[in-house]
């Protein structure tokens, strides 16, 4: 079994940075991509970030450009999330995610939906006071 398992969560002021890490664990998979994802209360969870590990290619919720920046290393299957200038709108659980290679569906040049990752940590909260 796969789990993936972040860290880095925690209470910063509007302005400030955090980061979170992701790293799997459990069963040796290989994935094509890796991503994170938010949720606020009472809110469907936005694709924030991710990262295709064969091209290098990131991609970013358009709001977040600029301020956040996805890392990480295929081999470990871990993953890393820089969030500066973080705004009071942006305190939610983030949640990290990780696409097979062997998951159906097409490829694709990077990865936005919930419904093309195959596994998901627990979530890390984040919040951000004004």
């Known amino acids: 079994q796969v789990q993936l398992v972040e860290s880095g969560g925690g209470s910063v002021q509007a302005g400030g940075s955090l980061r979170v890490s992701c790293a799997a664990s459990?069963?040796?998979?290989?994935?094509?991509?890796m991503g994170w994802f938010r949720q606020a209360p009472e809110k469907e969870p936005d694709f924030v970030a991710t990262?295709?590990?064969?091209?290098?290619?990131?991609a970013y919720l358009d709001s977040v450009k600029g301020r956040f920046i996805i890392s990480g290393d295929n081999a470990k299957n871990t993953v890393y999330l820089q969030m500066d200038n973080l705004k009071a709108e942006e305190a939610a659980v983030y949640y990290c995610?990780?696409?097979?290679?062997?998951?159906?569906?097409?490829?694709?040049?990077?990865?936005?939906?919930?419904?093309?990752?195959?596994?998901w940590g627990q979530g890390t909260q984040v919040t951000v006071s004004s």
């Open positions: 995610a990780a696409r097979s290679s062997a998951a159906n569906g097409n490829t694709r040049a990077y990865y936005t939906r919930k419904s093309e990752y195959n596994y």
């Open positions: 990262i295709t590990w064969s091209s290098g290619i990131t």
């Open positions: 459990g069963r040796t998979f290989s994935s094509d991509a």
